[in-house]
């Protein structure tokens, strides 16, 4: 299961009323909380609970802070999907970053985030076409890339061929 939906059950408990859905931005997830009342009390349940809040526009876009990032990626454990023809690029990109990857870092979370949110959506194709340019550009800017992306792919990769879904 991607830990995404373990985050959106934990922030159901958090906001009361109003959606939480993924972010079509740079963010994470987006909640129309603060246009339904007690803000405050809500976003300050959100900070003790690990997650940052940026309020605009009658929006709170709400994401992971970095400690709560790096217990993501220390609680994921290794689920080894085979290698197919199919899934061999996206194979291959997960075990890079399972041997040359490192720490969450503030710097290389915006490439977790866009793997956590791209394997919210589903799409298998989406995790290829997506990820292999962000890491090229994280590695041009001299960026370290998150191990923990990598296990998140091969958690994808384990989930999508238990479940028979064509990639």
Known sequence: ????????????????????????????????????????????????????????????????????YRALAAALTLEAPRMTDENLFLYALGDRLLRYGGEVTEENLPLLRLTLKTMDGGDINALTRLLSPACAEAQRKQIGL??????????????????DSPC
């Open 146 to 163: 998150p191990k923990a992306a990598g296990l998140l792919i091969f958690q994808a990769l384990w989930e999508w061929e238990r479940s």
């Open 1 to 68: 299961m991607n830990p995404l939906t373990f985050w959106r059950e934990e922030l159901r408990h958090l906001i009361p009323r109003g959606f939480v859905r993924r972010d079509q931005g740079d963010g994470l997830l987006i909640s129309d909380y603060p246009r339904r009342g007690g803000t405050e009390e809500i976003t300050a349940a959100l900070a003790a609970a690990d997650f940052t809040v940026r309020l605009e526009n009658g929006l709170a876009y709400v994401d992971g802070s970095l400690q709560k």
